[in-house]
């Protein structure tokens, strides 16, 4: 049986990747560059830093790639999506969440946030699911963002185990492959067309429970 549970926040627990859309797609305007869902989709899951290079790539603006202009241009994008995230209440987690943290919970299966958020911890506070988590992976302590592994293994470490003892579930395909080369197994919360037809896969985050989840593990 697994021993924890590493969750993806964006997409899973809650969807604030439209106020990500809305907050960078007001940047990329004040650039000149035009950014639309379709664009946006390869956002998701990226670090505030990749996708910021991924948007100066679109708008040939890569000189602006290093140096101050660079983070105060991150800057003004996350005050700007901390200003939309403050109406963040706990009716915007996703359906069967709750639900499933307090399945967990009793089961004595520890959770883990490894979300490449740094603003994490506030919307965890927001949606009153703070006390849920055992640990928080601080995407600044890692090297490298998703797809890269570094996230899943710290939050595994965050609640003492290693990702081979854990299940992760994602939303977007960079989280998908950083669980894969952490060692955790994958669940994926979307479609097999842009997520990979090789993992167990839930169209919705209602088809997640345990007894689910037990089953992907014993697969
Ligand atoms: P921040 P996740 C990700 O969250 C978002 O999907 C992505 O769009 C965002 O750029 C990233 O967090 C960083 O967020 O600017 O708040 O630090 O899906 O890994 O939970
Ligand atoms: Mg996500």
């Not at 994926?188 to 989840?213: F, M, P, R, S, W």
Request: glycine share 8%.
């Amino acid at each position: 049986m697994f021993k924890g549970v590493l969750f993806d926040l964006d997409g899973v627990i809650t969807d604030t990747a439209e106020y990500h859309y809305l907050a960078w797609r007001a940047l990329a305007a004040e650039l000149g560059i035009e950014i639309d869902r379709q664009f946006n989709q390869q956002l998701k899951g990226l670090s505030r830093a990749d996708s910021l290079r991924l948007i100066l790539q679109k708008g040939q603006q890569t000189e602006l790639y290093q140096g101050e202009a660079f983070q105060e241009l991150m800057q003004r994008k996350n005050e700007n999506y901390l200003k939309m995230i403050q109406k963040i209440t706990p009716a915007d987690i996703l359906p069967g969440i709750k639900e499933l943290l307090f399945e967990l919970q009793a089961a004595n299966i520890k959770i883990a946030l490894a979300s490449a958020s740094q603003n994490g911890p506030v919307i965890l506070e927001k949606l009153g699911l703070a006390d849920c988590f055992l640990g928080i992976a601080d995407p600044k302590q890692v090297a490298a963002g998703k797809p890269a592994p570094d996230i899943y293994l710290l939050a595994a470490k965050e609640i003492g185990l290693n990702a081979q003892e854990c299940l992760g579930i994602e939303d977007a395909l960079a989280g998908i492959q950083a669980i894969q080369a952490s060692g955790a197994v994958p669940v994926g919360v979307g479609q097999a067309q842009d997520l990979g037809a090789d993992i167990d896969i839930v169209e919705t985050t209602k088809d997640l429970n345990l007894a689910y989840l037990q089953e992907v593990w014993q697969k």
